[in-house]
């Protein structure tokens, strides 16, 4: 099971830091994806994270605002967004699944079946 916290009310240009948590398994050999769905929009891509040797990919829409990084002893993932802007509201989704592939990037949604449930994120 994968839990996101950490979303909340902000103003623009302010920051927030969103968690997902895995329980019942260990999050090291995961991939994990960020993902966010605003109202009436198609869901977007945002961010994702390798296994193992911490790749990250940024879509440009938050391209040296938002980092992903990981906590293996906390079994977490976290989205630091920074400079937020009111284009970001949205519900944020991570999700994950389980890789033998150190460093590569899963980029597709339908290539995670683990989701959570979301969080949202409003300016």
């Known amino acids: 099971q994968l839990v996101e916290s950490g979303g909340g009310l902000v103003q623009p240009g302010g920051s927030l830091i969103l968690s997902c948590r895995a329980s019942?398994?260990?999050?090291?050999?995961?991939?994990i994806g960020w993902y966010r769905q605003a109202p009436g929009k198609e869901r977007e891509g945002v961010s994702c994270i390798s296994s193992r040797d911490d790749t990250t990919y940024y879509s440009d829409s938050v391209k040296d605002r938002f980092t992903t990084s990981r906590d293996n002893a906390k079994n977490t993932v976290y989205l630091q967004m920074n400079s937020l802007k009111p284009e970001d509201t949205a519900v944020y989704y991570c999700?994950?699944?389980?890789?033998?592939?150190?460093?590569?990037?899963?980029?597709?949604?339908?290539?995670?079946?683990?989701w959570g449930q979301g969080t949202h994120v409003n300016l």
């Open positions: 019942g398994f260990s999050l090291d050999a995961f991939a």
């Open positions: 999700a994950g699944r389980s890789t033998a592939l150190p460093g590569h990037l899963f980029l597709r949604a339908d290539e995670y079946p683990y």
